[in-house]
């Protein structure tokens, strides 16, 4: 139950980080570049929409600019010269404020635009922050229109207006289309965009679409073109000496606007983050998307956030502790779904941020991947301080492979093969000599019986005095595990020969090993409390081990019945029958000796 709180909460607080990172706007700029990428798919133009360019070439021809109004005049009505073959709408993406040092080019143009009566010029607002009033209460408005900049009197007359304010992001993307501006003197001015278009559709007699909805005055921008994708190479110049037939234009929404490097109208857009897009290209893009009716509307922001967290939230708790394999396809499922929904939203006219969810995937992806390889190389350290000093190294390699399990509390039941092997005579022999030599000693049969063990991978179990314990076919289970348990007994009482003689030199006397070793059901697991646990076995089999070994004589292995059949023609032995008694067991249990064992 803790272990289930602490997931939880640990991805409660996953998610909440992830959530507060993007609620802030640390992720606005990547995530712009991400679904941008995935939203904005340039599409071919059906030439409706055409732009003529204040170009270099122009400039080259006729100076730097500001130019005399008489150009854009002699522009707008060539286009107008054959009644027949007139464009639907001329859009001309440029302020002309204030009267000129040539009131006749001012007059010419404001003549030339009344003559033509499909003519939108621009306008544009300065924004800015000031205090405002409302009623009695005063606030900081961050958006408000300084300044107000529109064509001169008689040309305003002679056109329609609309406003050509540009407004990117905060990254210097163009994402975003202002609908109106809130002009001082003239109340609600319609984007150029949005006037040209409803002026096609007039000339064309057909129902401009509905305006798209906003968010605080601005709409999500669906590009069709990047930079050069509306314009033909046709030059403001071009139209001023004749050089193109007006009929090219014909029924179309042309658009007149600077087209060169340093007129401060160059932009980035969400379709192409490299290349220049010209303000007038702007429109253009905006025009078509008016046409089409296609804008779709940027789900809201908190509803997004919440999903972030929901989505984080349930991801972390299925990462914490789980494999490989099921995080990966969590993590793609994820991932992968998220931008999936986001396209399917996109078509459907949602925007979502494409980028919030897969990127929080991601990183808890590897962060489970990381947590749960420190874990594993944690419980893998843990395995070897349980077992490592008493399991021979070939079992704990297959241990390894159990990582938490062979740590949890409580036993199951299994066959072992137990040995119990005593010293025979220390007692006596410690009376007479000093400490460090008994421990000397000790340590030298202990260490003996300890090599025998490992030497035939079995578990050391535990030291009781001059007592060893060990046992066979756990934790893992073991092929032909009674005869390993009985090669140890052998190797045990072989061994004790050369000590033996060893102490007999040194301290004239000597001592033996009494072994016991029996076969059956015991209870092997970790025994104890959680803070301290033993991994042993318990049960009738040891118990009937412990007792063989007690009354076997030193350089002796008793066995029990069990063990003898399982060895069958590999051991020579010799059975004692029941004349010793074993505590516990009933008459009749058959002790025999272990005398040869064939290698």
Same mark, same amino acid.
Request: charged share 20%; net charge negative.
């Given at each position: 139950?803790q272990?289930?709180?602490r997931?939880?909460?640990t991805?409660?607080?996953?998610a909440?980080v992830?959530?507060?990172?993007?609620?802030?706007?640390?992720?606005?700029?990547?995530?712009?570049v991400?679904?941008d990428?995935?939203y904005?798919?340039e599409?071919?133009t059906?030439g409706?929409v055409?732009?003529?360019?204040m170009?270099?070439r122009?400039?080259?021809?006729?100076?730097?600019?500001?130019w005399n109004?008489s150009v854009m005049?002699?522009?707008i009505s060539y286009?107008n010269?054959?009644p027949?073959?007139?464009p639907a709408?001329i859009a001309v993406?440029?302020?002309?404020?204030?009267e000129?040092?040539?009131?006749?080019?001012?007059?010419y143009?404001?003549?030339?635009c009344?003559?033509g009566?499909?003519?939108?010029?621009?306008a544009?607002?300065?924004?800015?922050?000031?205090?405002?009033?409302?009623g009695?209460?005063?606030?900081l408005?961050?958006r408000?229109v300084l300044a107000?900049?529109?064509?001169?009197?008689?040309?305003y007359?002679?056109a329609? @207006?609309g406003?050509i304010?540009?407004?990117?992001?905060?990254?210097?993307?163009?994402r =975003?289309g202002?609908?109106s501006?809130e002009?001082?003197?003239?109340?609600?001015v319609l984007?150029m965009?949005?006037?040209a278009?409803?002026k096609?559709?007039?000339?064309?007699?057909?129902?401009?679409k509905?305006?798209p909805d906003t968010i605080?005055?601005f709409?999500?921008i669906p590009?069709?073109?990047r930079?050069?994708g509306?314009?033909?190479?046709v030059?403001?110049?071009d139209?001023?000496y004749g050089?193109?037939?007006?009929s090219y234009?014909?029924?179309? @929404?042309v658009?007149?606007g600077p087209?060169?490097a340093?007129m401060?109208?160059e932009?980035?857009?969400?379709?192409?983050h490299a290349?220049?897009?010209?303000?007038v290209?702007?429109?253009?893009?905006i025009?078509d998307?008016?046409r089409?009716?296609?804008f779709p509307k940027?789900?809201g922001r908190?509803?997004?956030?919440l999903?972030?967290?929901v989505?984080?939230?349930?991801l972390?708790l299925?990462l914490v502790e789980?494999?490989?394999?099921?995080s990966?396809a969590?993590?793609?499922?994820?991932a992968g779904?998220?931008i999936?929904l986001?396209?399917?939203?996109y078509?459907?006219g949602? !925007?979502?941020?494409?980028?919030?969810?897969?990127l929080?995937?991601?990183?808890?992806?590897?962060?489970?991947?990381?947590?749960n390889?420190?874990?594993?190389l944690?419980e893998?350290?843990r395995?070897?301080?349980?077992f490592? =000093?008493?399991?021979?190294?070939a !079992?704990m390699?297959?241990?390894?492979?159990?990582?938490?399990?062979?740590l949890e509390?409580?036993?199951k039941?299994?066959n072992i093969?137990?040995?119990f092997?005593d010293v025979?005579g220390?007692?006596?022999?410690?009376e007479?000599?000093d400490?460090p030599?008994?421990?000397?000693?000790i340590?030298?049969?202990?260490?003996?019986?300890?090599?025998?063990i490992?030497?035939? =991978?079995?578990?050391l179990?535990k030291?009781v005095?001059?007592?060893?314990m060990?046992?066979w076919n756990?934790p893992?289970?073991q092929?032909d595990?009674?005869y390993?348990?009985?090669?140890?007994?052998?190797d045990? !009482?072989?061994?004790?020969?050369a000590?033996g003689?060893?102490?007999m030199?040194r301290f004239?006397?000597?001592?033996?090993?009494g072994?016991?070793?029996?076969?059956?059901p015991?209870?092997?697991?970790n025994i104890g409390?959680?803070r301290?646990?033993?991994?042993?076995?318990?049960?009738?089999?040891v118990n009937?081990?412990a007792?063989?070994?007690?009354?076997?004589?030193?350089?002796?292995v008793?066995?029990?019945r069990?063990?003898a059949?399982?060895l069958?023609?590999?051991?020579?032995t010799t059975?004692l029958?029941?004349?010793i008694k074993?505590k516990?067991?009933?008459?009749g249990?058959?002790?025999?000796?272990?005398?040869e064992?064939k290698r």
């Open positions: 139950m272990q289930l709180i997931r939880i909460l991805a409660l607080l996953a909440a992830f959530t507060i990172i993007a609620a802030i706007g640390i992720l606005e700029v990547p995530d712009g991400v679904s990428a995935c904005q798919q599409q071919a059906d409706t055409v732009v003529v360019g170009d270099e122009a400039i080259d021809e006729l100076g730097p600019m500001p109004r005049a002699d522009a286009l010269s054959d027949e073959n007139r709408v993406d440029t302020l002309y404020v204030g000129s040092a040539d009131p006749a080019a001012d007059a143009l404001a003549a030339a009344a003559n009566g499909n003519v939108v010029v621009g544009a607002a300065t924004y800015g922050s000031a205090i405002v009033q409302t009695e209460d005063f606030h408005d961050t408000s107000w900049d529109e064509p001169y009197e008689a040309l007359e002679a329609d @207006i406003h304010n540009a407004m990117p992001d905060g990254d210097g993307i163009i =975003h202002l609908l501006v002009s001082p003197e003239r109340g609600t984007s965009a949005r006037v278009y409803e096609y559709c007039e000339t064309q007699g057909i129902t401009p509905p305006v605080g005055g709409f999500y590009f069709t073109a930079g050069g509306y314009y033909d190479n030059s403001i110049i139209l001023v050089e193109v037939d007006p234009f014909a029924g179309k @929404i658009l007149i087209y060169a340093g401060q109208d932009y980035r857009t969400s379709l192409d290349v220049t897009t010209y303000g290209e702007i429109q253009a893009n025009i998307a008016f089409a009716g296609f940027e789900a908190k509803l997004q956030l999903l972030l967290f989505i984080s939230f349930l972390a299925f789980r494999k490989i394999w099921p990966v969590a993590w793609l499922i994820a779904g998220w999936l986001c396209l399917g939203c078509r459907a949602i !925007v979502l941020h494409v980028l919030w969810v897969p929080a995937a991601t990183i808890l992806f590897i962060a489970a991947v990381a947590y390889y420190i874990r594993s944690v893998k350290r395995v070897e301080n349980t490592g =000093h008493y399991v021979d190294p !079992v390699k297959e241990l390894m492979s159990g990582g938490r399990a062979a509390l409580g036993g039941l299994t093969a137990v040995l092997v025979r220390f007692t006596t022999m410690s007479s000599l400490p030599t008994v421990v000397e000693i340590n030298r049969y202990l260490t003996l019986t300890t090599d025998c490992m030497k035939n =991978h079995g578990t179990d030291f005095g001059d007592c060893t060990a046992f756990a893992v289970e092929e595990p009674v390993l348990a009985c090669c140890a007994a052998m045990m !009482v072989e061994g004790s020969k000590v003689e060893e102490l030199q004239g006397r000597t001592v033996d090993f072994i016991g070793v029996n076969w059956g015991a209870v092997v697991g409390a959680p301290r646990m033993d991994y042993t076995a318990i049960g009738d089999t009937t081990a007792r063989l070994e007690a009354n076997a004589p030193g350089a002796t008793f066995i029990s069990a063990v059949d399982i069958g023609d590999r051991a020579k059975s029958g029941d004349t074993l516990g067991k009933a008459e249990f058959e002790i025999l000796t272990l005398d064992l």
